[in-house]
C-alpha cells in the first residue's frame, strides 16, 4: 500500500510508536513538514528513523494513523540598544496513533520540497527484524 512517509524521526519517538503508545509530535524539519501539510486527520502516515537520503527498499519502521493535525507559527523576538529581531517558526503538530510495523518496498518520492511517498507492507510480529 502507499503511504505519505516521515523520516528521520527521533528513536525515543520511534521506540514508544513501537510499544503501541498514542503520541504528538512536532514536525520542524522542512522535509517533514511539506509533507505534514498535506496530511488529513484519518490519513495513515509511515514514519521511520532512517533520514530521507538513506530511504531505500527494505527500510522499517511505523504506520500510524492520523488523529490530530494542527499548524502553528511561533514567534520570537529578541533587541539589543542597536538592533531588533523578529523571528517566525511554523510547525506542524500532529497525533498518531500506530497501527502496525511496516518495510519499505518502494520509494516513489523524496525530493525535497515534495511529498515523501512510499510503497510499504504491513509487517507480522515474525517478520519485523
Known sequence: MEYVALTGIAENVMRELKNDTLRTVEIRSPHNFFTALKLNVGDFVFL???????????????????????????????????????????????????????????????DIGEITRVEAELLSCYEAR
Open 48 to 110: 521511520t528513523h532512517t533520514s530521507i537520503q538513506d530511504l531505500t527498499s527494505g527500510t522499517t519502521g511505523v504506520v500510524a494513523r492520523i488523529m490530530k493535525h494542527q499548524i502553528s507559527t511561533h514567534r520570537t523576538f529578541s533587541s539589543t540598544e542597536t538592533f531588533y529581531e523578529e523571528r517566525e517558526t511554523t510547525t506542524a503538530r500532529i497525533q498518531l496513533d500506530p497501527r502496525a510495523s511496516a518495510r519499505v518496498r518502494k520509494v516513489h518520492s523524496n
